[in-house]
């Protein structure tokens, strides 16, 4: 399998830009998370789905964010609009099914550049 | 609110060695425990999951202790290798999918 997959890996934008991101999780994996790590907050849960439905968007930081996923192979997380203060890296990660103690599996993340 | 705290920013040690590295949290009495390790520009890699009944877990040079008195896991690396060089993270879990990490520990190791 190829592992999670992420796109794009680097992105730069303007203030106020509409920002997409997307996420392939493993195949098979039922469930999937959105992560934001920057040097000051370390990593930090955005929002997780369990089979296609988001269980808990508390991690979401503003209404500018949002996620979807449309099918068990896709999501996307947008933010409409970025702001500097969005600059961070971006991880998506899939779990086979989210016991207690699963393992994630993460991509290797969106480098966000909000100018 | 929860807390979770892993030891100093970086941790230099020479090739050989045994790399100790520190997770204690408060305010927290989670399940489990993982251990991450992330390398530069790359997403973390799972290495060992230790549960709150289990005191100790091996795997190869990797050994984990788990103490819920103390609120304390200990993450061991012996017979450290440049190979090793990277950031660790902690992350207790509760009985639910959420896991919260830590800041991470730098390790460099000098051949």
């Known amino acids: 399998d190829a592992g999670v997959i992420q796109s794009p890996r680097h992105e730069v934008t303007e203030m106020g830009q509409e920002v997409t991101l997307r996420c392939k999780p493993i195949?098979?994996?039922?469930?999937l998370f959105w992560y934001r790590q920057t040097m000051m907050r370390g990593l930090e849960l955005l929002i997780y789905f369990n089979n296609n439905v988001p269980i808990d968007d508390s991690g979401m930081p503003e209404d500018r964010f949002s996620a979807k996923m449309p099918n068990a192979s896709f999501s996307t997380l947008k933010i409409q609009p970025s702001e500097p203060r969005d600059s961070a890296v971006y991880f998506c990660?899939?779990?086979?099914?989210?016991?207690?103690?699963?393992?994630?599996?993460f991509g290797p993340g969106t480098r966000l550049t909000v100018l | 609110s929860q807390k979770i705290e892993q030891n100093s920013e970086a941790l230099n040690i020479q090739e050989g060695k045994t790399a100790t590295l520190t997770c204690n949290y408060t305010?927290?009495?989670?399940?489990?425990l993982q251990w991450y390790r992330q390398d530069p520009g790359r997403g973390p890699v799972f290495l060992l999951l230790?549960?709150?009944?289990?005191k100790e877990k091996r795997k190869e040079r990797l050994k984990v202790t788990f103490d819920t008195t103390l609120k304390q896991s200990l993450f061991h690396i012996t017979a450290s290798q440049p190979a090793d060089s990277a950031t660790y993270l902690c992350a207790p879990g509760a009985n639910d999918y959420k896991l919260s990490f830590g800041a991470g520990t730098t390790v460099t190791v000098r051949a």
């Open positions: 230790i549960r709150e009944n289990e």
């Open positions: 195949s098979g994996h039922n469930s």
């Open positions: 305010n927290y009495s989670p399940a489990y």
């Open positions: 990660a899939s779990s086979l099914q989210a016991s207690t103690a699963d393992t994630q599996y």
